[in-house]
């Protein structure tokens, strides 16, 4: 069987009627009968019950029909489906991303890509910056909005944009926004208020990942401590931001976070500038060289596009 088959039957089952059928299908009724022959042998049940004044369809046709009509509609559909599917406009997208981008950079760029690929759909995974090494080199993942540096030993497979630089933020416990020299820092909102001194906090514990996480984005926060001669006393560790600034808002500690965290209004926390000049924080998109599909291409270009520079930072593409 075909799909010519499959057209000259839903033609005979419309028409009800061998005649007219071929005179829609521009062929002669004896190939028509052939063919519709040949779709019953191969199914192995007739479809039709032929009388010399009618043509009724069989239990079986009248099942049958709307199944065929399906199939003959999915397959009309293929052109435009493959279209799409070369153009980068259908299809499925998976994106591992850092928590610190549900703060920052991913809501517009998901944003921008839906507006312009409305037909992609999107599966998303949060995971650190070494799991989603990993989701990648695996195939679970296509891309990951992620914290460099890309490990040395998948250099050759993965690529990586840059997408966004930002200072650092320490993130407070209300109340404790006092700075040595008197000034009253803390806010009751959680919003970023005046500059403070790393060094006016050096006491308070520190609350911060493991280093295995993301150990540049560790280093970083320790070389901030190191370039004022400071040794910072470590509190709590946590995997994800969000747990971060909640250790922070429980008194238990400090935390230095990327400035998008000032996004995340939890009560009890209050983000402030420092007055120190800060190492920048960077998140990029990382993905397989190799492995480029038309959707992946669109994503890239759109990130290129929505990539921004908040105030202080500074931004390579």
């Given at each position: 069987m075909d799909l010519r088959q499959f057209r000259y039957f839903v033609a005979v089952a419309e028409e009800r009627h061998f005649g007219r059928a071929a005179q829609r299908l521009s062929m002669t009724q004896p190939p028509l009968s052939q063919q519709i022959r040949a779709l019953e042998a191969s199914l192995g049940a007739p479809l039709f019950v032929r009388t010399n004044r009618s043509v009724e369809l069989?239990?079986?046709g009248r099942q049958l029909l709307p199944e065929v009509r399906r199939i003959l509609a999915d397959a009309d559909a293929l052109p435009a489906l493959a279209q799409g599917l070369a153009h980068g406009e259908v299809g499925?997208?998976?994106?591992?991303?850092?928590?610190?981008?549900?703060?920052?950079?991913?809501p517009p760029l998901l944003r921008e890509f839906g507006e312009r690929y409305p037909r992609v759909r999107l599966q998303l995974l949060e995971a650190t910056s070494d799991v989603q090494v990993e989701a990648l080199m695996d195939g679970r993942i296509d891309a990951g909005l992620f914290i460099p540096p890309v490990p040395?030993?998948?250099?050759?497979?993965?690529?990586?944009?840059p997408i966004i630089r930002e200072p650092l933020m320490l993130a407070l416990p209300a109340g404790r926004g006092s700075t040595q020299d008197g000034a009253d820092t803390d806010t009751s909102h959680g919003g970023p208020g005046a500059p403070v001194s790393l060094a006016d906090f050096a006491d308070e514990p520190l609350v911060i990942f493991p280093r295995r996480v993301a150990p540049a984005f560790y280093d970083i926060i320790m070389g901030c401590y190191?370039?004022?001669?400071?040794?910072?006393?470590?509190?709590?560790?946590?995997i994800q931001m969000q747990t971060i600034v909640s250790l922070v808002s429980a008194g238990m500690g400090v935390a230095l976070v990327p400035q998008s965290l000032c996004h995340l209004r939890r009560t009890g926390v209050t983000y402030r500038a420092l007055r120190e000049t800060s190492a920048l924080i960077e998140t990029g998109l990382l993905w397989r060289t190799a492995e480029v599909t038309p959707v992946l291409e669109g994503f890239l270009e759109t990130?290129?596009?929505?990539?921004?520079?908040?105030?202080?930072?500074?931004?390579?593409?």
């Open positions: 069989t239990a079986v499925t997208l998976s994106l591992g991303f850092v928590s610190t981008a549900d703060y920052g950079i991913l040395a030993r998948y250099a050759n497979e993965l690529s990586y944009l190191a370039a004022l001669g400071l040794t910072p006393r470590v509190g709590q560790e946590a990130a290129r596009g929505v990539a921004h520079t908040p105030p202080g930072a500074t931004l390579e593409t």
